[in-house]
């Protein structure tokens, strides 16, 4: 062991990212796997990207022409080398093999079965590296009555009940309008990674770690679970209202230029509220004295605040508030929060020039390490970018005819 001292080894680590050193084979396709992976190359992971020889879907349909996913693919897909294996043929998997023996981690969100018919189980993929962390996700996971089910995010939201408790109450159910279960079981998915990665310090040993999106997002359902055990099933979708419908005021209230939430999850916050818009002395307040009361009056309540927030612009009522510290927020379109001012300050947000998408609005990872440095930021590349260095630097096979190669594992 090195005489080097704690503060010694502590100042050359900040020097680096947390995961420098890492090498992750990303086998993962449209939204899910790929933000895990990414959240993984932000970190410093050297990730490869293996596609089959069309591309991953998401790709293909970017590389069609289809500019509405030409941003999605290159956020997702950015400090990423590209290789092609058209895992079908023994070849690529023979390069494939070698690349896993090289690897620490090994991510993928195909079917439950796909890759055991490759003959690239996860077993034995860890028989031949016992370090590997294999991570995988699906709709519903690789056990249980769903496992076979198609999932997509709609999906998994109509499965899990998300759709089933937003809109308003005597209208039909919507879907959330983000991939709400896709990018969650993202996020579970590389945090699954760093506590594997954590068990493997530890033991000196890789493991299987799967998540299933439908179980990722559940506990995202907490205050509409809390309204039904406590037997309120008549609950079903609360438009802007608290989801438990136990919080009020908890809603979107209009201004004279569009919307603004304002929230009040404790007494403080109420009479913060009150204080605001001198509530107390406009209103008889009698019904609204505590939590309970404003829960089960939240009807008139609302309409009352709404004829006070009405006399008010966005700014103007968000200053107000704010004063008060009565937690609130503009309801911002798309075209708002691409230039929001706080985004792009913290540097979360940037304008690029993209090499093969043009002039496009970025992101990086939401995850900041105040003592490691982040890697510079690369763009997504082409299919099949880096397929040379892989073989030649990673590999090691220089000796190879690598045009030839990599004619028979790519094609």
């Not at 996913?69 to 956020?75: E, F, G, N």
């Not at 990423?80 to 093999?97: P, Q, T, Y």
């Not at 993928?108 to 690239?120: C, I, Q, R, V, Y």
């Not at 605040?305 to 968000?318: D, H, M, R």
Request: hydrophobic content about 40%; charged content about 20%.
């Amino acid at each position: 062991m090195s005489n080097q001292s704690h503060e010694d080894l502590g100042g050359q680590l900040r020097n680096k990212p947390p995961f420098g050193g890492l090498l992750v084979l990303d086998l993962t396709q449209i939204y899910n796997g790929p933000y895990a992976t990414f959240l993984l190359a932000q970190a410093g992971a050297t990730v490869i990207k293996i596609e089959p020889p069309d591309g991953e879907h998401l790709r293909k349909r970017a590389d069609s022409g289809v500019q509405a996913v030409t941003v999605p693919y290159a956020m997702l897909n950015a400090n990423k080398l590209s290789m092609s294996l058209n895992l079908k043929k023994e070849k690529a998997r023979e390069v494939f093999l070698s690349l896993v023996e090289k690897a620490d981690i090994l991510v993928e969100n195909f079917t439950p079965d796909a890759m055991h018919k490759l003959g690239l189980s996860a077993e034995r993929l860890l028989r031949l590296n016992p370090r590997l962390i294999y991570a995988s996700s699906s709709g519903y996971g690789k056990t249980g009555p769903y496992r076979e089910y198609p999932a997509m995010d709609l999906a998994v939201q109509a499965m899990s009940g998300v759709i089933g408790v937003t809109g308003y109450q005597h209208s039909p159910p919507v879907k959330a309008g983000v991939a709400l279960c896709d990018f969650n079981a993202g996020i579970h998915l590389y945090g699954a990674i760093c506590t594997a990665l954590y068990q493997r310090e530890k033991t000196g040993l890789g493991d299987i770690v799967e998540v299933s999106m439908m179980e990722a997002i559940y506990p995202s359902l907490a205050s509409n679970l809390g309204a039904h055990h406590a037997g309120d099933h008549g609950i079903k979708r609360t438009g802007n209202r608290h989801g438990g419908m136990s919080l009020a005021p908890y809603n979107v209230y209009g201004v004279e230029d569009g919307h603004v939430a304002i929230i009040t999850s404790n007494e403080k916050h109420w009479l913060a509220l009150v204080k605001a818009l001198n509530l107390q002395n406009k209103f008889d307040l009698t019904l609204f004295a505590t939590q309970k009361q404003r829960s089960k009056n939240m009807e008139a309540l609302d309409a009352l605040i709404e004829t006070l927030t009405q006399e008010f612009t966005k700014k103007q009522l968000l200053e107000l508030l704010r004063e008060h510290r009565v937690p609130c927020a503009p309801v911002q379109e798309l075209d708002d929060v691409v230039n929001d001012e706080h985004l792009l300050a913290r540097g979360t947000l940037q304008k690029i020039k993209h090499p093969i998408y043009g002039d496009i609005l970025i992101n990086k990872s939401p995850l900041k390490f105040t003592n490691s440095v982040a890697p510079d930021y690369i763009p997504s590349v082409p299919l099949g970018n880096d397929t040379d260095h892989i073989l030649e630097t990673i590999l090691g096979w220089k000796n190879f005819p690598i045009d030839q190669l990599k004619n028979e594992i790519s094609t």
